[in-house]
């Protein structure tokens, strides 16, 4: 805010801006374009709705950055981007717990015939975890998925790592840290897809399935969304835009790596380890 007097206080008070009303819509595009989709019904209004999200997400990140630069982050500031990150993470934390719930519902009970929706589900599941029709198709945890786990573990190295070296103000170790969180990232999306590509059930084949594809979809995507976040930290430390005292959006890009490092790591023991051992 511009008024040719210097600043009473420590806070930022932001420009009028349109990314959230575009967000917004953007997302019920997306949703709803989603759901047409799956629907058989084209989709068109998903990729719109994709490109309008990646366009304020463009957008958005510019001004953060403009106003980062432009000394508008003061420490006052930076905690209140603090507290939001924090409960950020929280609402995802609660986003995949919702699937874990729908999981773990279905694998622990699988046979409970205690009411009209429990026979109807034991009927469907066969009464075992996993169901009939899945029983010796569900992946070998100790094939692409444990090679996942390592990459995502190590991934969480060298994010530390770029985080170390930009602290020492060692410009050159927080670069490559990036550069080699980032690699292993694509990495990680690569193999997820081929894994993908050669499952031998679908989204359809019933709740395993369903629910296998929604918990280990989401975490690619959050995979995917966290490897653009890395991407702009480092063209932002390619330009010199962070210091030892001042990068809360490498920290914030740091600390949503490690989240989605610790999700998979349940989805590795539950959802792949688990029903391959019963």
């Known amino acids: 805010m511009t008024t040719g007097h210097a600043a009473k206080h420590p806070y930022h008070l932001v ?3 349109p990314w959230p009303a575009v967000g917004a819509l953007s997302a019920l595009l997306l949703t709803y374009g989603l759901v047409r989709f799956m629907h058989g019904e084209g989709y068109v209004l998903f990729f719109i709705g994709v490109a309008g999200i990646l366009f304020t997400m463009a957008g958005w ?3 953060v950055v403009r106003e980062a630069q432009g000394g508008d982050h003061t420490p006052v500031v930076q905690i209140g981007l603090r507290y939001g990150m924090v409960l950020f993470i929280a609402s995802e934390v609660m986003f995949f717990a919702a699937w874990f719930w729908a999981y773990f519902d279905a694998s622990l009970y699988p046979g409970n015939a205690a009411s009209a929706e ?3 589900r034991a009927a ?3 009464g075992q975890w996993p169901p009939v029709n899945l029983q010796g198709k569900t992946f070998d945890p100790w094939d692409i998925p444990f090679l996942n786990t390592l990459i995502l573990l190590t991934s969480g190295v060298t994010v530390t790592w770029a985080h170390h070296a930009l602290r020492q103000n060692n410009r050159k170790g927080l670069v490559w840290g990036l550069v080699v969180t980032i690699a292993l990232g ?3 999306t690569s193999l997820q897809a081929f894994e993908y590509t050669h499952a031998r059930f679908g989204f359809t084949d019933g709740i395993f399935a369903s629910t296998f594809y929604m918990a280990t979809g989401f975490h690619g995507a959050h995979v995917i969304i966290g490897t653009i976040f890395l991407t702009v930290c480092l063209i932002r430390s390619l330009l010199g835009h962070f210091t030892p005292t001042h990068h809360f959006g490498f920290e914030a890009a740091a600390w ?3 989240f989605v490092d610790v999700v998979w790591l ?5 959802v792949y380890w688990r029903p391959f051992f019963q």
């Open 124 to 126: 469907a599941l066969g």
């Open 186 to 188: 694509i990495t990680f």
């Open 266 to 270: 349940f989805l590795f023991t539950f």
């Open 118 to 120: 429990m026979i109807g």
């Open 15 to 17: 420009n009028p801006s």
């Open 256 to 258: 949503y790596w490690h």
């Open 61 to 63: 990140w510019r001004d």
